[in-house]
Nanobody, 124 residues
Framework: QVQLAESGGGLVQPGGSLTLSCTYS????????IGWFRHVPGNDREGISC????????KYSNSVKGRFTISRDIAKKTMYLQMTNLKPEDTGLYFC?????????????????WGQGTQVTVSS
């Protein structure tokens, strides 16, 4: 059974930093992609980053490129999203999701397995 759990959300001032964690179980690193998504009420869920758990190949949306960094620790079965230079528009409920992918990850919302989310609020 695949399970994911996010942590690390909170309140941060604009320009600040925050690191989210996603701990997973129920699948090995081979062939699985893990993505980060965020949702703001009234908007569609937005894919912001993803990583292939075996190769480490990563992708970012234009909205976070250069500010966010995705990484993983396979031994700890944990994936991270380091967020810097946070802006008020980064506020939202952040989810991690996982699914099998061939070759490269993507940031669409068709992942089968999702965590419960962790809230990030960027405000002064």
């Amino acid at each position: 059974q695949v399970q994911l759990a996010e942590s690390g959300g909170g309140l941060v001032q604009p320009g600040g930093s925050l690191t989210l964690s996603c701990t997973y179980s129920g699948f090995s690193s081979d062939g699985y992609a893990i993505g980060w998504f965020r949702h703001v009420p009234g908007n569609d869920r937005e894919g912001i980053s993803c990583i292939m758990n075996d190769s480490g190949d990563a992708k970012y949306s234009n909205s976070v490129k250069g500010r966010f960094t995705i990484s993983r620790d396979i031994a700890k079965k944990t994936m991270y999203l380091q967020m810097t230079n946070l802006k008020p528009e980064d506020t939202g409920l952040y989810f991690c999701a996982a699914d099998h992918r061939w070759g490269s990850c993507n940031m669409d919302v068709t992942y089968r397995f999702w965590g419960q989310g962790t809230q990030v609020t960027v405000s002064s």
